[in-house]
Every structure is written in structure tokens, then in C-alpha cells.
């Protein structure tokens, strides 16, 4: 048995304070049958200046890939601000912003992930992300993991 999933998502920072989901893209590889799709939402802004925590966004998002046809699943996107906060990077405390995401898809690929995101306030770096995740279309897929960054500063 063989599967593999990658999922790389786009965020964007504006100057203004604005975080943009700007595509996600999965890629799903079972059994050597593969099978790609990116989503984009409308509107495509997570969190606005200003907002203030407890505030909701809800994205109506759209999955499209080659030879997908009518498996790709309708997902609707849930935004949540949770509200400012300190994360501790590379020994020192953080300004971040946390955003929790709960995301729907239904159709032939269904499931539900909850996202939470930690970024930092002057950058839009994300800091720290949680997931948990459960779907199931081509095989069933259960996704539990945190990462957290430990330095602002690159090396090797």
C-alpha cells in the first residue's frame, strides 16, 4: 500500500495588516493513481486590520484540477480571529496574531480540518501551526501535528 499527500497553501500579508489566502493545493497519490486539485476562495481575506477577536470570515471556496471532473468536493472556509497573543521565537516573546481556520469539504472528498495559525504581527511569518484534520474519498486521511518555529534568524 502506498499514499503519499502533499498540501502547500499561499498566505499573503498586506502593508495594511490584511492576511490573504491566495490557493491551496493538494495533491493526492494512492496506489500510483494521482490526483491534484488547487482551491481559491472569495472572498480571499482571512483576517482584515482592525478585526477584532472572536470575529468570523466565511470563504466560499473552489477546487479545480485536471481530470477531476465531479470528484472535487465543495469546501467552505470558517475564520476565526482568536485575538492577539505572545509566542516565544528564538528565546524572546512574540507579538502574533491567531487565526483559527475550520474548513468543510463535501462531495466525493469530504472531511473537516481545524486549522489554528500563529503569525507574527510586523512580518506575517507564521510562527506556529496546528492541524488536525480527518477525510475521506480516494483513501481515508487523518492528520494530527504542530509546528512551531524556534529562530527568526535562517541557518543550515
Not at 468570523?56 to 485575538?83: N, Q, S
Amino acid at each position: 500500500y502506498y499514499a503519499k499527500h502533499v498540501y502547500t497553501v499561499r498566505y499573503c500579508g498586506t502593508p495594511e495588516g490584511a492576511l490573504r489566502l491566495i490557493s491551496s493545493r493538494n495533491q493526492n497519490e494512492v496506489f500510483s493513481v494521482r490526483r491534484d486539485s488547487t482551491t481559491r476562495c472569495t472572498p480571499d481575506v482571512l483576517l482584515q486590520p482592525g478585526q477584532r477577536a472572536g470575529e468570523v470570515r466565511t470563504l466560499a471556496c473552489r477546487a479545480d484540477g485536471p481530470g477531476m471532473g465531479d470528484t472535487l468536493p465543495d469546501v467552505k472556509v470558517e475564520a476565526t480571529f482568536v485575538g492577539e497573543e505572545s509566542l516565544e521565537i528564538g528565546g524572546r516573546p512574540r507579538p502574533v496574531r491567531h487565526v483559527r481556520l475550520r474548513i468543510v469539504m463535501k462531495g466525493l472528498q469530504a472531511g473537516s480540518v481545524v486549522q489554528d495559525m500563529w503569525y507574527t504581527t510586523d512580518t506575517h511569518l507564521l510562527a506556529r501551526l496546528k492541524t488536525k484534520a480527518d477525510g475521506s474519498g480516494m483513501a481515508r486521511f487523518l492528520s494530527d501535528y504542530q509546528i512551531t518555529l524556534k529562530d527568526l534568524r535562517p541557518a543550515q
